[in-house]
């Protein structure tokens, strides 16, 4: 098992930005893909972006492509989460989360996943 803890959420204006990180400890960090999912109130846990172990493949939710940026720091345990040009619909809690992989495949699905943190909040005001 691999420990996952966000940082990095607040309340920020739309067209803003904000950076999230997820520390990750317990395991060999650059063993895992990861991912960003994030919950609105009353909705689905959705995916957001996620990274393969190596750094060598992302792919993103089509609502914030060219507007999000996943990236990872091996050396460090972390994974980050860019995100510019906020809108309020980017409002949600927002979850990191880890797989074990042995490819550089990416993964988009919830079942993917079977370590989570407990997720940071983003509040994007009109």
């Known amino acids: 098992q691999v420990q996952l803890v966000e940082s990095g959420g607040g309340l920020v204006q739309a067209g803003g930005s904000l950076r999230l990180s997820c520390t990750a400890s317990?395991?060999?960090?650059?063993?895992?893909?990861m991912g960003w999912f994030r919950q609105a109130p009353g909705k689905e846990r959705e995916f957001v972006a996620t990274?393969?172990?190596?750094?060598?493949?992302?792919y993103y939710a089509d609502s914030v492509v060219g507007r999000f940026t996943i990236s990872r720091d091996n050396a460090k345990n972390t994974l980050y989460l860019q995100m510019n040009s906020l809108k309020p619909e980017d409002t949600a809690v927002y979850y990191c989360a880890a797989r074990a992989a042995y490819s550089s495949g990416t993964y988009s699905q919830k079942t993917d996943y079977d370590n989570w943190g407990q997720g940071t909040q983003v509040t994007v005001s009109s």
């Open positions: 317990g395991r060999t960090f650059s063993r895992y893909a």
């Open positions: 990274i393969s172990r190596m750094d060598i493949s992302t």
